[in-house]
């Protein structure tokens, strides 16, 4: 790789960061401020006053949005590092798993937690299970990369051991 295609990788890279940057904080305070800051402040001034399971339900129903949201942080995070020169091996086996992980607890809470939780607030009604293929998706797909960034780990291991016996 030329030094100006590198120039330019590291560019985009950092691109990547502010956008996803921009992102999270743009979406998650918009979900901030639908799910939690305006029903509370509503219900604190009096005005249509929601009830405390209301927001209760409605903060559980936003929790994978946060932690897709997340996901995205830790790739702008992982775009960053490499924007400043951070060897890529370390950094992609990092941000496989920590993505993984956000995206298979979403995709789980989704699908499980959501319904049964709601099911439990609102006195039993419901299913027991919420047919998201979306969540469904991201939670595989985060099962999928968390488990490569393990096998990419630990291969970075091995080829650690055999460079020291060389």
């Known amino acids: 790789m030329s030094h100006d295609d590198l120039a330019r990788f590291r560019a985009r890279c950092r691109q990547f960061q502010l956008l996803a ?10 979900l901030a401020l639908m799910h939690l800051i305006a029903p509370v402040w509503l219900r604190l001034r009096g005005d249509a006053v929601p009830y405390t399971w209301d927001i209760v339900s409605s903060v559980i129903w936003v929790m994978p949005a946060v932690c897709y949201l997340a996901a995205v942080w830790m790739i702008g995070r992982a775009m960053g590092q490499l924007s400043k020169g951070r060897l890529i091996q370390p950094t992609l086996v990092m941000a496989l798993r920590n993505v993984g992980l956000a995206l298979g607890i979403g995709g789980v809470w989704s699908v499980f937690v959501v319904t049964n939780l709601t099911r439990i607030i609102q006195g039993g009604q419901g299913g027991w299970l919420h047919f998201d293929v979306s969540g469904m998706t991201l939670g595989m797909i985060g099962g999928a990369l968390f488990l490569l960034g ?3 780990g630990q291969a970075a291991d091995v080829q650690a051991e055999l460079d020291e016996m060389i």
């Open 21 to 30: 940057r921009f992102m999270v904080i743009s979406v998650g305070s918009l």
């Open 150 to 152: 393990r096998v990419l």
